[in-house]
T-cell receptor, first 115, second 116 residues
Framework: DAGVIQSPRHEVTEMGQEVTLRCKPI?????LFWYRQTMMRGLELLIYFNNNVPIDDSGMPEDRFSAKMPNASFSTLKIQPSEPRDSAVYFC?????????????FGSGTRLTVV | GENVEQHPSTLSVQEGDSAVIKCTYS??????FPWYKQELGKGPQLIIDIRSNVGEKKDQRIAVTLNKTAKHFSLHITETQPEDSAVYFCAASIWAGGTSYGKLTFGQGTILTVHP
């Protein structure tokens, strides 16, 4: 199993540009979570999907953030326009409702720097 | 919503010593408590978890204890090794079976340093 795959690993962009982060969950997992990690705020849940349907997006900070899950094997998190305060590490995680353990599997993250 | 407090924020121990990290949670309905280890440049990795129907769980050198009445749970690492150095996160969730989506609320993290 390749695990949760995120791309790109690093992204540097200029303020005002559109940024798209990508995630491929583990095959068979039906829940997907996007988290943001910063020193000040720790790990924050942005949005999560179950069976490709967004369940809770209350953590999405602003309308500049949007997320989609067009199928069970792919999700995107988009920031448009990006701002310096969006700089953080963005993690995607997945899990299966049928698993014996309830823990998530995290990807390696995308480090976003907005200059 | 759920709030998870984690202490200490940093912990420094000598190799071979024990390390204890403590967390408290606010929502008495929470019933699932995982611990994650995050190494530099990597995503958090699940190391142990406990459900509210048990008070303690062990896995080799790590153990987790849960006090539902006091709403706190702890991670214990014995015989620490330099490779245990990492950031550790506790988390809490309400798990209600197949229709629950397992949304985790994380603590702020503890930076553990094990000196050789």
């Amino acid at each position: 199993d390749a695990g949760v795959i995120q791309s790109p690993r690093h992204e540097v962009t200029e303020m005002g540009q559109e940024v798209t982060l990508r995630c491929k969950p583990i095959s068979g997992h039906n829940s997907l979570f996007w988290y943001r990690q910063t020193m000040m705020r720790g790990l924050e849940l942005l949005i999560y999907f179950n069976n490709n349907v967004p369940i809770d997006d209350s953590g999405m900070p602003e309308d500049r953030f949007s997320a989609k899950m067009p199928n069970a094997s792919f999700s995107t998190l988009k920031i448009q326009p990006s701002e310096p305060r969006d700089s953080a590490v963005y993690f995607c995680a997945s899990r299966s409702d049928r698993a014996l353990t309830y823990g998530y599997t995290f990807g390696s993250g995308t480090r976003l720097t907005v200059v | 919503g759920e709030n998870v407090e984690q202490h200490p924020s940093t912990l420094s121990v000598q190799e071979g010593d024990s390390a204890v990290i403590k967390c408290t949670y606010s929502d008495s309905a929470s019933n699932y408590f995982p611990w994650y280890k995050q190494e530099l440049g990597k995503g958090p990795q699940l190391i142990i978890d406990i459900r509210s129907n048990v008070g303690e769980k062990k896995d080799q050198r790590i153990a987790v204890t849960l006090n539902k009445t006091a709403k706190h749970f702890s991670l214990h690492i014995t015989e620490t090794q330099p490779e245990d150095s990492a950031v550790y996160f506790c988390a809490a969730s309400i798990w209600a079976g197949g229709t629950s989506y397992g949304k985790l609320t994380f603590g702020q993290g503890t930076i553990l340093t094990v000196h050789p």
